[in-house]
């Protein structure tokens, strides 16, 4: 009877589920949603080429110090790293003495206590220290920055779809609202302190474009320092800040793969020379067995039975 109920019931719920999903498809036809300015404007990020694309990517070091001056010099005013430890620039390849200066001529201490009055104050950072937040706390970063909060870049590649391409192009994607984006979305008008960027999620961002001209960085190197290089060297940059053991990471998969190869090809190879020719040895059972012929036999011939 339990059962008998319980079928019952769910089969009530199933039917509510399938008068409720027959509903909203005839609402959605009779009354699609109105289009906003944000599906029919947002762009998707254009691709940025990196040597670390692909499953054989690896990192460009001379890019990567490229792009932590960019980060150094543009962004890190407004975005911390709060992930990543001076000490982990040796992987970008500086050298012992560099870090120890990039970590003391920091613009931004390091926050402290003093160890005699146990007073709150700052210090010049070392080697192991991360990145300091530009920022005490998120208040005071939307005080800042006009009530928006600048995010923390240590994870944004991983943060955001698309990752890289996604920083590159909303870098470089700046410009003026298009004519017909105001003409058919009036109300959509980038407001003052917002600035239009097809790339952000909701067109209409509080960033002011970071990187203006070129030469905004020169880079030690000789690279001309193109709005377009100086957008790819930070998204690389960003890329290592994200994944730090990518390489290995490609690397380990790689070996991986050509082991599974080789396993397959010898297990196969075995299979051709080992079993592929044997043959199986099947048991005879059941009636046709000579044993139980043999007595049945004897049993007929007891009882008399012909045949």
Known sequence: MVRIIAFFVGLGFVGMLLFSMAVNM?????DPPAATAEHEFHLKPRE??????????????????????VYKEVCAACHGL????????AALGYEEPEIKAIAN????????????????????????????????NDTAARAANNNALPPDLSLITKAREDGPAYVHSLLTGYRQQPAELLA???????????????????LNIAMPPPITSEGQVTYADGTKPSVEQISTDVSAFLTWTAEPKLENRHRYGLTVLI???????LGYLSYRNIWAEAKRQVAIKGPLDPEHMAKREHAKDERGIAG
């Not at 670390?52 to 990192?59: A, E, Q, T, W």
């Open 48 to 69: 940025v080429d990196l040597a670390s694309n692909g499953p054989l990517g690896h990192f460009d070091r001379q890019q990567l110090q490229r792009g932590f001056q």
């Open 184 to 202: 058919k979305f009036p109300a959509s008008k980038t407001s003052a302190g917002l600035y239009y960027n097809p790339y952000f999620a909701n």
């Open 82 to 89: 709060s992930l990543v430890a001076f000490r982990d620039l």
């Open 259 to 265: 082991f599974l190869i080789f396993a397959t090809v």
């Open 105 to 136: 001529q920091w613009a931004i201490e390091v926050p402290s206590v003093n160890p005699d009055t146990g007073e709150v104050t700052t210090r010049k950072a070392v080697p192991s220290d991360r990145f300091p937040s530009p920022y005490a």
């Open 26 to 30: 005839v609402a959605y036809v009779q």
